[in-house]
């Protein structure tokens, strides 16, 4: 009895997964595929930037902080990022 309530439970695992396998996927060019890339390598180093602004005492070190993500917000403006 185990045995069917288990197969019964792949099955309505199964389906949902069949369904989403047969929805059509967005075909991306190496230049979008590449642009996502910079994008999101730029956005976890502003998460690095915000992070450490939050923590830095030194005002020296903050200034250079400031600096820096004027920078990375400015390439990520130049991708289409908007805050």
């Known amino acids: 009895m185990a045995r069917g309530w288990e197969s019964k439970s792949v ?4 389906e949902p ?3 989403f396998s047969r ?6 060019t190496p230049d979008e595929l590449e642009r996502e890339r910079k994008r999101d390598a730029l956005l ?11 923590r830095c005492t030194d005002e020296r070190y903050r200034k ?7 920078y990375l917000e400015t390439q990520l403006k130049a ?5």
């Open 44 to 54: 976890l180093q502003r998460t690095r930037v915000m992070h450490d602004l939050g």
């Open 79 to 83: 991708l289409g990022w908007k805050r």
């Open 64 to 70: 250079t902080l400031e600096t820096g993500l004027g």
């Open 17 to 19: 997964a069949e369904e």
């Open 11 to 14: 099955e309505a695992q199964m």
């Open 23 to 28: 929805l059509p996927r967005p075909r991306f």
